[in-house]
């Protein structure tokens, strides 16, 4: 078995040391709104009941808000 989106979020999240609402401010550059409680539901243990599967369109519009965030903004083409 491999990494799970769940596993590479949480440790983007680790390496990072961010924290909820930095995360919600990071998916917010990209116009994905969630709130701090879905978030919970990625981080949590695989057998907890409220556990959620982080799926590719979130994982993936997190890593483009953490390019923003850590880059800036594309700059704009002439």
């Known amino acids: 078995m491999g990494l ?3 596993d590479i979020f ?3 999240r680790i390496a990072h040391k961010l924290r ?3 995360i919600v401010a990071i998916l917010a550059l ?4 969630v709130s ?3 978030l919970g539901a990625f981080f949590r243990n695989e057998n907890h009941p409220k556990y959620v ?3 590719d369109q ?3 519009n997190f890593l483009n808000g953490l390019i923003i ?4 903004p594309m700059p704009k083409a002439k």
């Open 4 to 6: 799970t989106n769940n």
């Open 10 to 12: 949480k440790k983007l």
């Open 20 to 22: 909820d609402d930095e």
């Open 30 to 33: 990209v116009d994905f709104k």
């Open 36 to 38: 701090k409680s879905e």
């Open 53 to 55: 599967v982080c799926g």
């Open 58 to 60: 979130i994982l993936r």
């Open 69 to 72: 965030h850590l880059r800036g």
